[in-house]
């Protein structure tokens, strides 16, 4: 945060400010402090201030703006009077700024709050009144001296090196007073560095550089000094004093990214959208679906940069979202209900496609084979929405029982807010079950070329039928399944250990899932699965005796050279979810001679997070939308082309390929612009 030197000038130096000239010839002023050193109190100590009529109007000023640009959407915002603010009170609502928002959503606020406090124009006008000069470098430090205590405390204008030139263009400030009342390396960081050195540096064209120094939380200001990006700058390498930081302990980093990956759906949902629909660039699209077999398909969710509702992998998607809400759901805060929405707007299509037609799956809408020929919005799209399923005489074991799983994982999740609807997906489930079950052979058979090689099934189907068995009794108890898990286990894949986990091959994710009813229910049964879930934890983990996997020098778990961060999640999902049965019941895994722990799980699946989130050796997230470099040109089509409302004009199949330039300019990034994030 910074107070801006140009509009400070106009307030005269405050009565209990004493100037002093030390032996060094360093000028320093003491304002407002209490202690009777005249010094801020030794570390580990609170220093003593005695606040002013100008100090707290500049607290009162700067806290109001925080309040209403730090607002939640709809939050009314109860303005406090004008000297019922402290430094402590400001401080908390710096706190509440930070709370549920990513660093750079923090920085955003400061950078709003920055704005609002200047005339329009103003950036401009400082740029001519200060070029980025020795002297004016120097000035400024001069000014930063008297008009920035209240903030930081004392500080004194001291001799620094900028290229090459010494200079007094420095300013030390003793003990930062807000880093010493917030404890907080992020609020530091987030709300005061980064954002005062962006400021100074990309709106006022004078750099500056702030170097904190947490040991002592002492701080210089270097004007003229460009700032390291932030992956360079030692900051971002430090641990956190208090829990709402979320930079060394990125959990609200975490949170915006929880938040984006379930945003994500919203803009691959097909059908008519609802009301509540937050991402509004999209229409409504495939309302026909269905409709030319006297079916109704509408709804569910389009595959990736395609206009195809392929329902393999839109159910094991289904699956692993309502495992995610199942393990972790108490953790997902204020997204829960986005991410029950999320599972719900896929069961409600599997449901109709599971129900309409006796002794029928509807497994498939729109040909893939013309569906590449094209790139259109899925508004726009003319191709063929051809409809495939499987049934009694065309069998289709994994599809079927892909979809039973995500049926039975979903009734788990709405259990307590829907109990009817939770009782109508796991009545299904048994039935798409049976069916799976009954009528054995792969969908890749009797579909053939319109799901090869999109969706093979490559494994067969023998392991969806054990995943589909173990999610169903896993959400009924019924002990019929555990009956048909027994009997069938060791010839559909129980025995196999693999560390593939994925839309096609559900072996390591089925033990998994097991091995809890053993580690948390003591159901003996499912022993051998906590056995085989370690072998699989054991493969994955390097420097162990039966370590098979393999990782990229920079420390990414690695199965295949298309979509390999799929294989990389999924994984990461089973260690935390592992790590969480193993914690709870307070067990290990064996490898060997070697014992694996909990945390040594989790150590694991953040890294391999973090790495997607920009910790890795490009320093770039392949999350888009997420972190300050993230990848601008996407494989996806609603977002890759205008949004049919800002180009109500319908683009036909071949003119999504040519990419005009009016639609690369309409946005500085036309993926994220739609969403609100550009």
């Not at 090196?161 to 907080?184: A, M, P």
């Not at 390097?542 to 990229?552: C, D, K, R, S, V």
């Not at 089509?637 to 330039?661: K, M, T, W, Y």
Request: hydrophobic share 35%.
């Amino acid at each position: 945060m910074v107070v801006l030197s140009f509009q400070c000038v106009q307030f005269p130096a405050v009565d209990h400010c004493s100037l002093q000239r030390r032996q060094s010839g360093r000028r320093t002023i003491r304002c407002g402090i209490a202690e009777q050193s005249g010094e801020p109190a030794p570390f580990g100590q609170k220093t003593k201030y005695n606040d002013g009529f100008f100090e707290k109007a500049f607290m009162t000023l700067f806290a109001r703006k925080m309040e209403k640009y730090g607002a939640k959407a709809g939050a009314e915002v109860k303005k406090k009077g004008w000297f019922d603010y402290d430094y402590e009170s400001f401080v908390d609502v710096s706190k509440g700024v930070m709370q549920g928002r990513s660093r750079m959503q923090q920085q955003q606020v400061v950078r709003e709050v920055l704005l609002s406090m200047l005339p329009p124009g103003a950036p401009a006008q400082f740029r001519k009144l200060f070029p980025p000069t020795k002297w004016a470098e120097e000035f400024n430090a001069a000014l930063t001296v008297p008009f920035f205590h209240w903030l930081v405390g004392p500080s004194e204008v001291i001799e620094v090196e900028v290229n090459g030139v010494k200079q007094r263009s420095g300013v030390h400030i003793k003990k930062c007073r807000y880093l010493e009342n917030s404890g907080c390396v992020g609020m530091c960081v987030n709300m005061c560095k980064i954002p005062t050195q962006d400021f100074f540096t990309n709106e006022f064209g004078l750099p500056l550089t702030m170097i904190p120094n947490f040991e002592d939380m002492s701080c210089e200001m270097v004007y003229g000094q460009v700032p390291p990006p932030f992956e360079e700058d030692p900051v971002s390498k430090q641990p956190c004093f208090a829990d709402i930081c979320s930079m060394a302990n990125p959990s609200s980093d975490y949170s915006d990214a929880l938040a984006k990956s379930i945003l994500f759906f919203e803009g691959q949902r097909s059908g008519k959208l609802p009301s509540n629909q937050r991402l509004t660039w999209r229409g409504d699209s495939g309302l026909s679906d269905g409709s030319s077999y006297h079916v109704d398909l509408v709804g569910g969710y389009y595959d990736a940069g395609d206009n195809v509702k392929f329902g393999l992998p839109m159910a094991f998607t289904t699956t692993l979202l309502a495992w995610s809400v199942i393990e972790f759901g108490s953790s997902m805060k204020n997204q829960i209900d986005n991410a029950r929405a999320a599972v719900r707007w896929s069961t409600d299509y599997l449901l109709k496609a599971a129900t309409s037609t006796p002794g029928t799956l509807y497994v498939q809408v729109g040909d893939p084979n013309m569906d590449h020929r094209c790139w259109e919005r899925p508004e726009d799209m003319d191709t063929p929405r051809n409809v495939y399923k499987v049934s009694t005489q065309n069998p289709g074991s994994d599809v079927a029982a892909e979809t039973a799983a995500a049926l039975a994982a979903a009734s788990i999740v709405f259990k307590d807010s829907d109990p009817s609807y939770s009782s109508k997906l796991l009545q299904t489930s048994m039935k798409v079950f049976d069916f799976a079950d009954r009528y054995r052979g792969a969908y890749s058979d009797s579909l053939n070329s319109v799901v090869c090689p999109f969706y093979c099934s490559y494994s067969g189907y023998h392991d969806e039928l054990l995943w589909a068995a173990s999610w169903i009794h896993r959400a009924s108890q019924d002990a019929s399944y555990l009956a048909y898990i027994q009997s069938n286990g060791h010839t559909m894949g129980a025995d196999d250990d693999d560390y593939s986990f994925s839309w096609d091959d559900k072996r390591a994710g089925t033990k998994i899932l097991l091995s809890q009813g053993f580690l948390e229910k003591n159901t003996q049964e499912f022993q051998l699965y906590k056995e085989h879930s370690d072998n699989f934890i054991c493969s994955v983990i390097p420097g162990l005796p039966n370590f098979q996997a393999q990782y990229t020098p920079g420390g990414l778990l690695y199965k295949g050279s298309e979509s390999n961060l799929q294989y990389v999640t999924s994984s990461a999902f089973l260690l935390l979810t592992y790590a969480k049965y193993l914690s709870s019941s307070g067990k290990v895994a064996s490898c060997g001679a070697s014992t694996v722990t909990a945390d040594t799980l989790i150590s694991l699946a953040k890294k391999q997070v973090d790495y997607i989130l920009g910790n890795n050796p490009a320093k770039m997230s392949y999350m888009v939308g997420f972190g300050q470099r993230y990848p601008l040109h996407v494989h996806h089509r609603g977002s890759s082309l205008p949004s049919v409302h800002a180009h109500p004009n319908h683009i036909a199949c071949n003119d999504g390929f040519q990419v005009p330039e009016l639609w690369l300019t309409q946005s500085k990034h036309p993926y994220w612009s739609h969403l609100g994030w550009s």
